[in-house]
């Protein structure tokens, strides 16, 4: 059961031969056994699943099912859920009990889908390898000495290790594409304000999205049915007509012109992740895909952008963590300007206290012209050469990450090093395009690699049928951590 994709549980749900209360027991024994292997929930309550999965199959008998009725998803815990621990990973929200959903919640709940619990994170989403949790690091399914990416990496290894079929994580620089491609899963990124970020917890509030994160392509189309949707709690919630993201999943390719980045293949990728994805190609261009060539000039400038804006928006979104009105407070201070110092100290990792740093810096007086200012003026840069790029092609494609999974504890003591994990995703984000990963190879470790598509403006659905037809000529997708099969 646990190696069923959403699509088959969902036609084994309909069909009657299963029940969501059966599926979804199945899944919390899992995490039950196999969780503290991998550290990727940070909670999880039966009671409240079973009770959704007990309501999903009255849904069922009623007549009133969705596709994704009864299927057990995994959130991550930067969403809030009604009567549920929400932590961000992080002391400050250790004890916070969200009194609302958020919107993506409240969509899957209606689509009567079961809360299978809430995903390890990097504290506050700060973080490209799940190591700066509060409740510790999130390993690898594929290599428990490796980490899983991040900082959706509690996500990615519930759904590689086969404790969830589906979850929802979040991309500022990449959080859902890396951690899909070091964990050999599938994941998606949409454009800017398809998702609404309401009752998602901000780091960067022009770069944060949701999105989904599954085996294959075809699951990335069912859920993306579901969380996508204008909502006007959003004020930056697109109010588009809703979209089928699986009506072209089953349409030839033949004649796709894929945009290969001079940039993306002169930037130190692992030379086993260029064959990887080299290969990968090599299958498309069998399906009759057409390669060109493109170029992103101002690629290089997309970290040191992102290492701009992304603090500079944290330091102003986590100002609201004083300890006053909820979360964490420290237990001893002298007065009101002490309780501040001693709560945020105490409250806060060191790698978030480093970004709320670096984005206070950048945003004082003095220098916000001279990095702010201009890091702006480049993600517009950085726009415009997307947008001449795809003047030439439909999708651009090549690696989500430059290696395959690192050791824990590798690039832990070198923020640059860990940064530079996200070279290939974070231009994405600052231009507001859809991305996603799929899984191409594995390296001679037996780590998974990553294929990154990108597409336009609003291009989901073409980035998913090429995705999925890669899929249907290649079972990379399929193939699940060593020892899962007989857990």
Known sequence: MHNATIKSLSAELAAGRLSSVEVTRHFLRRINTLSKIYNCFITVDEEKSLAAAGAADALRAAGRAQPLTGIPIAQKDIFCAKGWLTTCGSRMLSNFVSPYD??????????????????????????????????GPVRNPWNIETVPGGSSGGSAAAVAARLAPGAIGTDTGGSIRQPAALTGISGLKPTYGVVSRYGMIAFASSLDQGGPMA?????????????????????????????????????????????????????????????????????????????????????????????????????????????????????????????????????????VKRRILIGTYVLSHGYYDAYYIRAQKLRRLIAQDFSEAFGKCDLIMGPTSPSSAFKLGEKAGDPVQMYLSDIYTIAVNLAGLPGMSIPCGFDSRGLPVGLQVIGNYFGEARMLNAAHQYQLVTDWHDRAPPGIEIQ
């Open 215 to 351: 085996r294959s392509a075809e699951d990335l189309a069912l859920l993306l049915n579901v969380l996508a949707g204008f909502d006007a709690r959003d004020s930056t919630s697109l109010d588009r007509p809703a979209e089928d993201y699986t009506r072209d999943l089953a349409r030839p390719i033949a004649g796709l012109r894929i945009g290969l980045p001079k940039e993306f293949f002169a930037a130190g990728a692992a030379p086993e992740v260029e064959k990887a994805v080299g290969e990968a190609i090599g299958h498309l261009r069998k399906l009759g895909c057409e390669t060109v060539e493109v170029s992103l000039p101002n690629m290089a400038l997309s970290v040191p952008v992102y290492y701009v804006l992304a603090p500079a928006e944290a330091s102003s979104n986590l100002a609201r963590f004083d300890g006053v009105r909820y979360g964490y407070r420290a237990p001893e201070y002298g007065d009101l300007l002490e309780m501040y110092k001693k709560t945020r100290a105490e409250g806060f990792g060191a790698e």
């Open 102 to 135: 958020a919107h993506v919640v409240e969509r899957l709940d209606a689509a009567g889908a079961v809360n299978i619990g809430k995903t390890n994170m990097d504290e506050f989403a700060m973080g490209s390898s799940n190591e700066t949790s509060y409740y």
